[in-house]
């Protein structure tokens, strides 16, 4: 069974950072894609970066040169380093995996960390 847990969410001026963290608990291997999402009030979800199973990450254009995806194999830990934050960045952002290829639903996702950018 996997489990993933988010952290570093938080209130941030417009132009700040935050570096978002998802803990995995359980297996986790490199036959998996993993992914970034977030939800603003009122919308739906939405795919911000993705990391597939050749290790390859792709981002949304709105945060492209932005935002960054890592993934710590050794902490089993990926991270989401956010620069230049706008307000309409604000919203709850959670991890997701799945197994196999990033081009379907995902199975597994966390409680997600809230974000707020203030202008």
């Given amino acids: 069974q996997v489990q993933l847990a988010e952290s ?50 792709n981002y949304a254009d709105f945060v492209k040169g932005r935002f960054t995806l890592t993934k710590d194999n050794g902490e089993s830990i990926m991270y989401l380093q956010m620069n230049s934050l706008a307000p309409e960045d604000t919203a709850r952002y959670y991890c997701a995996a799945r197994y196999g290829s990033c081009n379907g639903e995902m199975k597994y996702w966390g409680q997600g960390t809230q974000v707020t950018v203030s202008s």
């Fill in 8 to 57: 570093g969410g938080g209130s941030v001026q417009a132009g700040g950072s935050l570096r978002l963290s998802c803990a995995v608990f359980g297996y986790v291997g490199n036959g998996y894609c993993m992914a970034w999402f977030r939800q603003a009030p009122g919308k739906g979800r939405e795919a911000v970066a993705t990391r597939d199973v050749q290790g390859n990450t």
